[in-house]
């Protein structure tokens, strides 16, 4: 059974930080992962979708690794400013009699102080 | 605007009413799914659907209904047999069933009064 772990649960930072935010999952035949951002109170916003075979994803200053072997997936902020405050979530998806969902873990809350 | 809208934003329940809440999808998407998030914890699903006219349980479907008559709709029903239903609740879409790139609405905050 597929099952996703992100630490921390919760990180502050200062401003102009690099970050990194931690993914990890229990079975590592995954077809992708996907990194969303949601902000208090509102649905999710997709940042980046990595592929398997693909080692980075990157997106102005977002850069998502995977290591599918280890089971793992890195979301890296570079230069974090206090609009990046929100909760990061990653999501891989599995297949099951026909159809496929996507299995999420708990979330990391960010907050980026002036 | 293309997208997905969720209503309302804020329901509230009194216990042993059913409530239904609303999304609908403008993207022209085939796949229409369910997701319950609580605090601390990761997104669980409902129910999903691949087509109109069909629908399937999720992980969590007791005290759920869903209905998918038209492409654009996909209702959810909160009945009275939900003994916890105070959660936020997200509708997401995806290109067609077999796609895994997930796209959300707003979300529907639901308390128990």
């Known amino acids: 059974k597929q099952e996703v772990t992100q630490i921390p649960a919760a990180l502050s930072v200062p401003e102009g930080e690099n970050l990194v935010l931690n993914c990890s999952f229990t079975d590592s035949a995954i077809y992708n992962l996907q990194w969303f951002r949601q902000d208090p109170g509102k649905g999710l916003t997709s940042l980046l979708l990595i592929q398997s075979s693909q080692r980075e994803q990157t997106s102005g200053r977002l850069n998502a690794s995977l290591d599918k072997s280890s089971g793992r997936s890195t979301l890296y902020i570079a230069a974090s400013q206090p609009g990046d405050s929100a909760t990061y979530l990653c999501?891989?998806?599995?297949?099951?009699?026909?159809?496929?969902?996507?299995?999420f873990g708990a979330g990391t809350r960010l907050a980026v102080h002036p | 605007d293309g997208g997905i809208t969720q209503s309302p934003k804020y329901l509230f329940r009194k216990e042993g009413q059913n409530v239904t809440l609303s999304c609908e999808q403008n993207?022209?998407?085939?796949?229409m799914y369910w997701y319950r998030q609580d605090p601390g914890q990761g997104l669980r699903l409902i129910y999903y659907s691949q087509i109109v006219n069909d629908f399937q349980k999720g992980d969590i479907a007791e005290g759920y209904s869903v209905s998918r008559e038209k492409k654009e709709s996909f209702p959810l029903t909160v009945t009275s047999a939900q003994k916890n239903p105070t959660a936020f609740y997200l509708c997401?879409?995806?290109?067609?069933?077999?796609?895994?790139?997930?796209?959300f609405g707003q979300g529907t905050r639901l308390t128990v009064v």
């Open positions: 993207l022209n998407h085939d796949a």
């Open positions: 997401a879409s995806s290109p067609t069933q077999g796609s895994t790139e997930a796209f």
């Open positions: 999501a891989v998806p599995v297949f099951s009699g026909g159809y496929n969902k996507l299995i």
